[in-house]
Nanobody
Framework: QVQLVESGGGLVQAGGSLRLSCAASGIPFNIYTMGWYRQAPGNQRELVAAITSGGRVDYADSVKGRFTISRDNAKNMAYLQMNNLEPEETAVYYC???????????WGQGTQVTVSS
């Protein structure tokens, strides 16, 4: 079955950094767009960053210049490097795999990121 397993969340002080990882299995990883979303309590889930199978990246305006998304197709892994984190970015971060051609979308269980002020 399909599994997306996030890791790397935790508690960090404002201005600090974290690197999230997403291990994918059960899908042809190299044809999926991989994304990172986040959801804070009381808020809607929002796109943070995405990377297509061809390596094109897209970021939410609020994270441009601070976050970097990447992927390793050989390892079926996606990553999100987060620098200069802000308390407002405290949320559960979710890994997403999407293929529009086959109308397939999968989610991980999420990893908590807490940024203290």
């Amino acid at each position: 079955q399909v599994q997306l397993v996030e890791s790397g969340g935790g508690l960090v002080q404002a201005g600090g950094s974290l690197r999230l990882s997403c291990a994918a299995s059960g899908i042809p990883f190299n044809i999926y767009t991989m994304g990172w979303y986040r959801q804070a309590p009381g808020n809607q889930r929002e796109l943070v960053a995405a990377i297509t199978s061809g390596g094109r990246v897209d970021y939410a305006d609020s994270v441009k210049g601070r976050f970097t998304i990447s992927r390793d197709n050989a390892k079926n892994m996606a990553y999100l490097q987060m620098n200069n984190l802000e308390p407002e970015e405290t949320a559960v971060y979710y890994c997403n795999a999407q293929n529009s051609y086959y109308s397939r979308t999968y989610w991980g269980q999420g990893t908590q990121v807490t940024v203290s002020s």
